[in-house]
């Protein structure tokens, strides 16, 4: 059957997720007509990266048992490297698919060393290491500005047909522009590399990693060279991270450090990858969709809350807006404490 | 008959501690060797610098008469090394079925495979099944390993060496903790892997019974070293084994 080989093998095993899942996909297939307005668009956009980024993630994390704090530092290389070409070559399709390839061969070979380096010792020293490049990396953005604009970053044009000012006319009354191309390209985009990466956990490469998180040892003992695999997943995980980076870019039409460099976002992606289920890359999917949502609407609907109970003195101040973040900390903590193996492994789980 | 493994002046030293001294020993085809010993007396530590786990202060070991000492424990196994561990120490969180189908990809290309979905190599399945048939785990075959028996978990582990289909075989007391009437099914299978003449097969083991049954020779080893080498017989009933068994003091050896 074509969509068991489309997802690889790897059913979602819970009708629940499978409905949340699909609900997903059709919501973000369909996101310009269901859910019209700037601000949605953006919303669906958003999610549509941070899911291949979160899966990307997951690869080295869930599957492989690497930590790795440098995610964000290989997302913004693409990232950045879409921003530059696009400056330095003018706006266009080569220089998108230039600053793509070249900012993910970048993070690949940055990836190649550090894995060289630090993986032959110890799986925790590779979470050092990256953690040290990852945050040199983020100071020479930010002094390099005659290059990476500091720390305000840049704007970079896009070819034409994917900016706002291309009007096509109108479909199921709602009015074609580039911008809404722009969000089927980063979304068939994220789509497809999602489906490598699934179908890449689910190879025979991929159960060697898992044999590796499993034990290590052992996985030497019978003969696989752990960090040779350990390597390439991280390669593999950086590379595509690279691109993700790269549709981020060009959905924003702007790099800066605060978007793809900051160690919030680091945070961020290790929370989406937990909540959603280390090791399952459905995970990503839920993970995302919910923290995206969560980061773009807990806001407004504390306001609404706030003003629902401007009666009551100390609630409509817990539940006033500036008050999101501590709401969103309470929420990862219940998620943590309920759902030790993530909403994925818990849903699998039953009851 | 030919000498597959040989270790000479094979020692290790862990600070001043001489866990294993210089033991010189050969094994050839077709021979099954009991290594007997005290706990302490390093019979696991030989195991582990012949595996490659930890490397050896000097001597050397070789495979078919080359030196494998400086080589990695993977690339030791790629040669035909394969090694069962004391403790079980299988893939936890995978089946049973995957954890066998993993040792069988291990020396092959395919295990390089990216892009291929791993139920589309229906051969590595029928390879692990008949492996699982062999050791009666089929019907256990898709519960995760951490959730298996003790004595199941010993079973595979002997499966996964079966998988590997290596040159020697090291088993590392593999009964230990069974109970009595699955032990026989383990042992069966290591006497069924001796009727295959050209293996090579170690095994570190306690119950003299069955040393007894399954050894062609035995050696013995005493604060790290050899101390015996011979026939069943004649070195069960050697002063050697009778003192070191019987917790007394050797005083020449």
Redesign the interface.
């Known amino acids: 059957m074509m969509l068991h080989?489309l997802i690889?093998?790897d059913r979602p095993r819970s009708r629940i997720l499978t409905a949340l899942l699909l609900a997903i996909f059709l919501g973000l297939l369909f996101a310009p007509f269901l859910f019209p307005g700037v601000r949605a668009l953006e919303t669906a956009a958003r999610i549509s990266v941070f899911i291949l980024l979160a899966a990307s993630y997951d690869l080295l994390l869930g599957y492989t048992g690497v930590v790795s704090f440098a995610h964000t530092m290989f997302f913004g290389m693409g990232a950045y490297g879409v921003g530059l070409a696009s400056q330095h070559m003018g706006r266009g399709y080569g220089s998108l698919i230039v600053g793509s390839l070249a900012g993910a061969a970048l993070a690949a070979a940055f990836a190649f060393l550090i894995a060289l380096f630090s993986l032959r010792v110890r799986a925790i020293f590779f979470a050092m290491i990256t953690l040290a490049v990852a945050s040199a990396v983020a100071v020479l953005v930010s002094q390099l500005s005659s290059i990476t604009g500091g720390e305000d970053g840049f704007t970079f044009q896009i070819p034409r047909a994917l900016g706002p000012a291309n009007r096509m006319g109108e479909f199921m009354g709602v009015q074609i522009t580039g911008k809404i191309l722009n969000y089927y390209v980063v979304f068939f985009c994220s789509l497809i590399l999602f489906l490598?990466l699934l179908?890449?956990v689910?190879?025979?490469?991929?159960?060697?990693l898992?044999?590796i998180?499993?034990?290590d040892?052992?996985?030497?003992?019978?003969?696989?060279?752990?960090v040779r695999y350990r390597t390439i997943a991280t390669c593999?995980s950086a590379a595509v991270a690279a691109l993700a980076g790269s549709l981020f870019a060009l959905w924003l039409r702007y790099v800066g450090p605060d978007t793809t460099l900051s160690f919030e976002l680091m945070l961020d992606l290790l929370l989406i990858v937990v909540i959603g289920g280390m090791g399952t890359i459905w995970g990503a999917v839920i993970g995302a969709t919910l923290m995206v949502l969560a980061q773009t609407y807990l806001q407004d609907l504390m306001g609404s809350a706030a003003e629902a109970t401007a009666a009551i003195p100390l609630l409509s101040r817990l539940l006033d807006p500036d008050r999101w973040l501590l709401w969103l900390g309470v929420l990862f903590i219940l998620s943590v404490y309920f759902f030790p193996a993530g909403i994925v492994g818990r849903l699998r789980a039953g009851r | 008959m030919t000498e597959v493994l040989e270790t000479s002046g094979l020692t290790v030293r862990f600070g001043g501690h001489v866990a294993v001294d210089a033991v010189s020993c050969a094994f050839r085809a077709g021979e099954l060797t009991a290594i007997v010993g005290p706990n302490g007396a390093g019979k696991t530590t030989y195991f582990n610098l012949i595996?490659g786990?930890i490397a050896a202060s000097s001597g050397s070991v070789r495979l078919m008469g080359q030196d494998i000492g400086r080589l990695?424990?993977?690339?030791r196994?790629?040669r035909g090394l394969g090694?069962a561990?004391q403790l079980t120490?299988?893939?936890?969180?995978?089946s049973v079925l995957?954890n066998v189908?993993?040792?069988i990809?291990?020396?092959r290309p395919?295990?390089?495979?990216?892009?291929?979905?791993?139920?589309r190599?229906t051969g590595?399945t029928d390879e692990a099944m008949a492996v699982l048939e062999r050791v009666r785990l089929a019907t256990v075959k898709d519960q995760p390993v951490s959730e298996l028996s003790h004595g199941n978990q010993r079973k595979l582990e002997v499966a996964?060496l079966i998988a590997?289909d290596p040159k020697v075989y090291m088993f590392d007391e593999p009964t230990a903790g069974m109970s009595g009437d699955e032990a026989p099914v383990v042992l069966d299978l290591i006497a069924g892997l001796k009727a295959q003449t050209d293996r090579t097969i170690l095994l570190v083991e306690h119950k003299m019974d069955v040393i007894r049954t399954l050894a062609d020779r035995i050696i013995v080893l005493h604060n790290g070293a050899l101390v015996a080498d011979g026939e069943p017989a004649e070195v069960i009933a050697s002063d050697v084994v009778q003192e070191a068994y019987m917790g007394k003091e050797l005083t020449d050896v």
Do not use: D, T, W
């Open positions: 080989a690889s093998g490598v179908r890449i689910n190879s025979p490469f991929g159960r060697v898992q044999a998180r499993e034990n040892f052992r996985a030497e003992a019978i003969g696989y060279r752990v593999i | 595996s786990q990695s424990p993977s690339e196994c790629k090694r561990f120490n299988l893939f936890p969180g995978l995957e189908r993993l040792a990809q291990a020396h395919v295990s390089a495979s990216l892009f291929s979905m791993v139920s190599h590595l996964m590997l």
